[in-house]
C-alpha cells in the first residue's frame, strides 16, 4: 500500500512530450524490514494527471510477516510462542476524482478489494477463502511554498479490516537531483490486533540521468526511498525498514 502516495507525484512532470498529455502512471513499491510488502499497480485519469477529473486505480500486493502464536500452541504457555509466518495477498480496484491546484493535488477514491491470506502455522489445516471488501483512499500532494513538500495517505479496507496512514514533509535539495529530503511517519492496524508505527526519514521525486538518448524527451522513472525505525507490536522490539517505491508517467 506504500505506491498509493507516489500515484500523486505527475504534475512535476505533465507532458510525455510536447504534443500528449500524460494520462498513466506504473508505480511498484518494496517495504522492507522484519515484516516485508511488495506491490505494483497503475493509475490512469483520461483528461491527464495534472487536471481535475476522473481517476482510477489499481494494485496488487504481497507481505510476509512474522507473529507469536499466542493461542495456537500449548509452548504459548512457557512464556515463549512459537514463531509462525503471515502471508498476506491484496487486491484493490478503486475509481474517485482529482482536483489539482497551483498547491498541487488531492484525490478520493473508492471500490472493491480482495484480500487472501495464510497463517503458515503447525494449526493450519486448510486454506482460507479469498475475503471481498470495500476500500476507501483518500491522497494529498501538496507544496505550500516551491521549497517544500506535504504528503498524506489514508488507506481503509474491510477485505482485512485493515487500515494505513502515512505522513511525510520534505524541503527540496537542488545538491540530490531536486529531490525532497525530510521526516515521514506511518501507522497501520488490522483486525488480527497486528499494529504497527513507524517514523524515518524519506528522500521523494527524483530521478536517475537520462543515459541513452539524452537529447529525446522520454518518460522519466522517479523513486522515492526512505528508512527508519519501526515498531510491531506482536514481535514486541523495534526494528529498522526501508522502503524503495517507484513511478514512471506514460
Not at 493450519?124 to 483512499?137: H, K, S, V
Not at 488490522?190 to 526519514?201: E, F, I, Q
Not at 529525446?216 to 526512505?226: A, E, G, I, K, Y
Request: proline fraction near 8%.
Amino acid at each position: 500500500m506504500l505506491c498509493a502516495a507516489v500515484s500523486l507525484a505527475c504534475p512535476d512532470a505533465p507532458r510525455a512530450d510536447e504534443r500528449e498529455e500524460v494520462r498513466t502512471v506504473l508505480f511498484g513499491s518494496l517495504d522492507a524490514g522484519r515484516s516485508s510488502f511488495v506491490s505494483a499497480g497503475a493509475k490512469f485519469a483520461p483528461d491527464g494527471v495534472g487536471r481535475d477529473g476522473p481517476v482510477t486505480l489499481a494494485t496488487l500486493g504481497y507481505g510476509l510477516r512474522p507473529e507469536r502464536d499466542w493461542w495456537g500452541d500449548p509452548r504459548a504457555q512457557a512464556g515463549r510462542p512459537p514463531r509462525t509466518l503471515r502471508h498476506t495477498v491484496q487486491a484493490g480496484a478503486v475509481a474517485g476524482w482529482q482536483w489539482a491546484r497551483d498547491w498541487g493535488v488531492a484525490a478520493l477514491f473508492a471500490g472493491p478489494e480482495l484480500a487472501f491470506e495464510v497463517l503458515d502455522s503447525p494449526g493450519t489445516e486448510r486454506l482460507p477463502a479469498p475475503r471481498l471488501g470495500a476500500r476507501m483512499q483518500a491522497e494529498l500532494w501538496a507544496r505550500p511554498t516551491d521549497a517544500t513538500l506535504v504528503t498524506a495517505t489514508l488507506i481503509g479496507g474491510t477485505a482485512r479490516w485493515s487500515a494505513w496512514g502515512r505522513v511525510s514533509w520534505g524541503v527540496r535539495l537542488p545538491a540530490l537531483s531536486e529531490a525532497y529530503l525530510g521526516p515521514e511517519a506511518a501507522l497501520y492496524a488490522d483486525r488480527t490486533g497486528y499494529r504497527k508505527w513507524s517514523l524515518g526519514l524519506h528522500a521523494t521525486d527524483f530521478g536517475l540521468p537520462q543515459i541513452i538518448l539524452p537529447q529525446m524527451s522520454l518518460p522519466q522513472l522517479r523513486f522515492r526511498v526512505s528508512a527508519g525505525w519501526v515498531y510491531e507490536e506482536q514481535i514486541r522490539r523495534p526494528g529498522i525498514y526501508g522502503t524503495l517505491t517507484a513511478w514512471l508517467p506514460l
